[in-house]
């Protein structure tokens, strides 16, 4: 429950005892923000829109890092136009982090292959779960004030546990108070059910308390109202129409908003041959009074969101908008790596709310916010 109480002159909003942030009153600050692992931008466009009313307190882009081309081109066009050689687009592996230049704030959507739920969840021994060390290491090397981490929900029960408590205790190690959370972003006004653990760190030596944003007066958006609300520019960029078989269109024609494959009632001919698990979402029709299902950035026949009444998937640019991004962000590449892209991003605008949370903790100001769901 969320109540009001005094603290000095001021007013803040609480659903505990304590006040959002230890410290009232910060001083002028403009954070310059590097992230590895940067994706298409997702973050970093949250960052850098991040807006608290107060102009002292930002978020500029200062450097990132990806593995894939398509994706830094992506990131440069977007987020850093007027600065391309700040992206570096190299495997994080092989990459020397003592170029990096200085930094305050630091973001890593560290890669979530081996921790997903869809996958074989190899966790930290994975070929991707130990990627989170290059954070670790970022965090020891350049000591931001904070950092945001982020990862799939999955990564918390990844090794029985294990992984989750080893990453939280390199964190700790690396000189930083956490603050985890399973963000349920549809929860917080974002069209598109997604799960997202993410955590937010503060250097030890600064006498401040984050707390999480609360999702109280955010009201639920559904995909309808992302994908038409207003309507997509015939002209606008990504959004090309993916071409359907005879035979898709065929299935698609008697598989109604909500069902997939599986609890439709298809014809015999229209059956899909699958023995053993049954993934929910093969030919899956978004429910147009719902927020979507999470939006994935890779996956065979099947897996491409499909629309509620006609019998097509999806384009990128409204995936795009299920993920938030405004219609003027363009991504470079083909349509499956465009597609890919935008299945790994972070909703940009769940990001900014986080972010400004983020800046009202160190500005001083007080924000709404709830008790964490997951134990630091």
């Not at 890919?340 to 769940?350: D, L, N, R, S």
Request: glycine residues 10%; neutral net charge.
């Amino acid at each position: 429950e969320i109540s009001a109480c005094l603290v000095g002159s001021e007013m803040c909003i609480r659903d505990s005892d304590k006040p959002a942030s230890k410290k009232q009153g910060g001083n002028k600050m403009i954070y310059r923000l590097g992230e590895l692992f940067c994706g298409p931008g997702g973050l970093a466009w949250g960052a850098v829109h991040a807006d608290i009313g107060n102009p002292d307190f930002g978020i500029v882009h200062e450097w990132a890092n990806d593995y894939d081309e398509n994706t830094c081109k992506t990131y440069r066009k977007n987020i850093c136009k007027d600065r391309p050689d700040t992206v570096y687009h190299a495997d994080i592996r092989k990459f020397d982090l003592t170029k990096l230049s200085p930094i305050d704030a630091f973001a890593f959507g560290f890669p979530c292959n081996d921790f997903s739920v869809v996958g074989e969840q190899k966790g930290i021994d994975g070929v991707y779960g130990p990627l989170y060390s290059y954070g670790v290491k970022v965090l020891k090397m350049l000591k931001p004030q904070w950092f945001l981490a982020e990862n799939v929900g999955g990564l918390k029960n990844a090794n029985d546990g294990k992984a989750f408590s080893m990453i939280l205790g390199a964190m700790k190690e690396a000189g930083y108070k956490l603050y985890p959370n399973l963000y349920k972003f549809e929860t917080y006004g974002i069209p598109q059910a997604r799960h997202r653990i993410i955590i937010v760190g503060i250097r030890d030596d600064l006498d401040y308390e984050f707390k999480i944003p609360s999702n109280a007066d955010y009201v639920q958006k559904t995909c309808r109202q992302a994908i038409e609300e207003p309507p997509i520019a015939p002209d606008a960029p990504n959004n090309e129409r993916t071409i359907q078989s005879a035979t898709v269109v065929e299935r698609l024609k008697y598989i109604k908003p909500g069902q997939n494959a599986f609890t439709a009632d298809l014809p015999e001919h229209l059956q899909l041959n699958v023995k053993g698990a049954k993934i929910s979402q093969i030919y899956k029709r978004l429910d147009p009074d719902k927020p979507a299902y999470t939006v994935t950035g890779s996956g065979g026949g099947g897996t491409h969101i499909y629309h509620w009444s006609e019998p097509r998937a999806l384009t990128n640019r409204e995936r795009a908008r299920l993920q938030t991004f405004p219609d003027n962000y363009i991504f470079e590449g083909p349509k499956e790596s465009v597609r890919k892209q935008i299945g790994m991003a972070v909703p940009p605008e769940g990001a900014k709310i986080i972010f400004e949370a983020i800046l009202k903790t160190f500005a001083g100001i007080p924000y709404e916010y709830m008790e964490a769901n997951i134990e630091e």
